[in-house]
């Protein structure tokens, strides 16, 4: 199954963000944080690989054409080149279809999973070493949310990313996701009237 990846270098206990530049003249924020548990203390963590999925589930906001992500996404763990995190949509209550990462557009008031897997296995095999990844679990199911945005307590894990178990034995999985509303498509409506309405008028 092809994985639209995000390449993330991480960390212990450190989050990694890929945050795009914000203009120094720019007044305002290009985006906001939805969703983060980012810093509530620290539970434990979980390895995670080929054989071994993760996926934290979430739910949007009311924003009434849906987000944007195009701010930082962050990650708490360990992880190499190799990690690839990804959204996945919900499918009757776990991970369904692949979404991909930052850039793509969440409906409103819908169910998604944040996805960490990697190309290695999750722990050494043989002779062969392996570095452990491992995704940081929050002690509470505390959270900072704006917009109506919800960490929900379940998680899933899976030996190949098809068959999932949902779980619920410590707290969320620790990331903070930011992004932006998509412009209501009135608003393009009536741009699109009133350039018409020009190009009419220096005709005339």
């Not at 990462?101 to 969440?106: A, E, N, R, S, V």
């Amino acid at each position: 199954m092809r994985r639209k990846a995000l390449l993330l270098f991480l960390l212990p206990s450190i989050f990694v963000s890929t945050q795009q530049s914000v203009p120094a003249q720019s007044l305002t924020p290009l985006w906001t944080t939805y969703l983060s548990n980012s810093g509530e203390p620290l539970g434990g963590s979980a390895l995670y690989g080929s054989d071994a999925w993760i996926a934290q589930s979430l739910e949007t906001g009311t924003a009434p054409d849906g987000y944007l992500l195009n701010g930082p996404i962050l990650f708490s763990g360990f992880g190499a080149p190799t990690t690839e995190l990804s959204f996945y949509s919900d499918d009757n209550g776990v991970p369904g279809v692949e979404l991909g990462g930052p850039g793509i557009i969440f409906s409103p008031s819908t169910i998604y999973w944040f996805v960490a897997t990697a190309s290695e296995p999750s722990e050494s095999s043989g002779p062969v070493q392996v570095f452990p990844k491992s995704w940081n679990y929050a002690s509470d199911s505390n959270y900072s949310s704006s917009d109506n945005w919800s960490l929900l307590p379940a998680f899933a894990t899976s030996g190949d990313g098809s068959d999932w178990t949902i779980e619920t034995s410590h707290g969320p999985f620790q990331f903070a996701i930011s992004g932006s509303p998509v412009p209501e498509s009135s608003v393009f409506a009536f741009t699109e009237l009133a350039l018409a309405a020009i190009l009419f008028s220096r005709k005339k």
